[in-house]
C-alpha cells in the first residue's frame, strides 16, 4: 500500500541552522495495516507524514500508494486518497461555518466541486447518524457554528470529516495530544472503531509510549531522521512502557546523550 523509498530531506542546508530531518528512510506499510510512531524531538515523525502527505517534497527518495509514485504530488492532488487530522484542534475544521457545511466539504473532497453545495435530506439524515456515533450529543446541532465547539467537539469532528470517504491513507499527527485526558480517551476510542470498521491504512505519530504500544499492530521508533527500531505485532504485545524506555538507554549508549536529555525524553514519553 505504502512504499517509501530511502527519503531524505535537510532543511536549511548548508547553514548554521541545517536539520537532517530525514536521512535514507525507507519503510513499507501493508495494505489496511495500523502502525504507530513514536520519537524523540526533531527524530522526523512529522516530515515523514508532511512528505507523505504532500504537505514538503523529500529532496530525494520515492513516495508510492497503491503502486502510485506521489512523491512530487501536492497535498491537493493527494486529497481524494489520503485524509490527515493534526494535533491543534482549530487546524482540521472551517471556524465560521456550520458543523452541516463542514461535513459537506469532508463528503466532496477529492470530488468535482459546484459553486453552490447542496444538501439533500438524505444527506444531512447520513450526517446526523454520523454525528450521534460520536457520542458527543452534536447531531442536533448541525447548524451550530463550528468554533462554538470546544477543542475535543472540534477533534472529533475532524476525525469523522477525515474518514466521512474512507481514504486509502489517514495520517494522525498527535491528534490527542492537545486533549484533556478524559476527551483524549474518548477519541481514542472512535479512531480505533473507525480504522477497524473501514479497514484504513493509517500512520499514527503519538507522543504516548502507551498508545504506541496498545494502538495498531506495527510500532516504527524514529530517532534523528531515522528508523531506528520496526516492530512488529507478535514483539510488540510482548513490550511494556519500560522496554521502550529501555531502548532510549540503548541510544544513550550508541550516541553518547546525556542523561539529563534521557531523562527529559522519558518524562516525555510515558
Not at 461555518?97 to 459537506?104: H, K, P, R, V, Y
Request: proline content about 3%; some cysteine; aromatic content about 6%.
Amino acid at each position: 500500500m505504502i512504499e517509501v523509498v530511502e527519503l531524505n530531506k535537510t532543511f536549511n542546508a548548508g547553514s548554521p541552522d541545517e536539520l537532517v530531518a530525514l536521512c535514507n528512510v525507507s519503510l513499507s506499510i501493508r495494505e489496511h495495516q495500523f502502525v504507530t510512531v513514536i520519537g524523540t524531538n526533531g527524530s522526523g515523525k512529522s516530515t515523514l507524514l508532511n512528505a507523505m502527505a504532500g504537505n514538503l517534497f523529500p529532496d530525494s527518495g520515492i513516495i508510492k500508494i497503491a503502486g502510485e509514485d506521489v512523491t512530487r504530488k501536492p497535498d491537493y492532488k493527494r486529497a481524494g486518497n489520503i485524509a490527515r487530522v493534526f494535533q491543534n484542534p482549530y487546524s482540521g475544521t472551517a471556524p465560521g461555518m456550520t458543523i452541516a457545511e463542514n461535513l459537506l466539504m469532508a463528503w466532496f473532497r477529492g470530488k468535482k466541486r459546484y459553486p453552490v453545495f447542496s444538501m439533500s435530506g438524505k444527506l444531512k439524515g447520513f450526517f446526523r447518524d454520523q454525528l450521534a456515533s460520536l457520542d458527543m450529543q452534536l447531531e442536533n446541532r448541525m447548524e451550530n457554528i463550528i468554533e462554538t465547539l470546544s477543542g475535543g467537539q472540534r477533534q472529533a469532528i475532524t476525525l469523522l470529516m477525515a474518514v466521512l470517504q474512507t481514504p486509502q491513507v489517514l495520517l494522525l499527527d498527535e491528534h490527542t495530544a492537545a486533549l484533556d485526558p478524559k476527551t483524549a480517551t474518548q477519541v481514542i476510542r472512535l479512531t480505533e472503531r473507525f480504522i477497524s470498521e473501514n479497514k484504513i491504512t493509517t500512520l499514527m505519530v503519538t507522543h504516548s509510549m502507551k498508545q504506541a504500544l496498545e494502538m495498531g499492530d506495527r510500532t516504527i521508533m524514529m530517532h534523528h531522521g531515522k528508523i531506528i527500531e520496526d516492530i512488529e505485532i507478535k514483539e510488540k504485545t510482548k513490550l511494556t512502557v519500560e522496554d521502550l524506555l529501555a531502548k532510549f538507554d540503548d541510544i544513550r549508549k550508541r550516541e553518547k546523550l546525556t542523561p539529563q536529555l534521557i531523562a527529559t525524553l522519558k518524562n516525555q514519553y510515558i
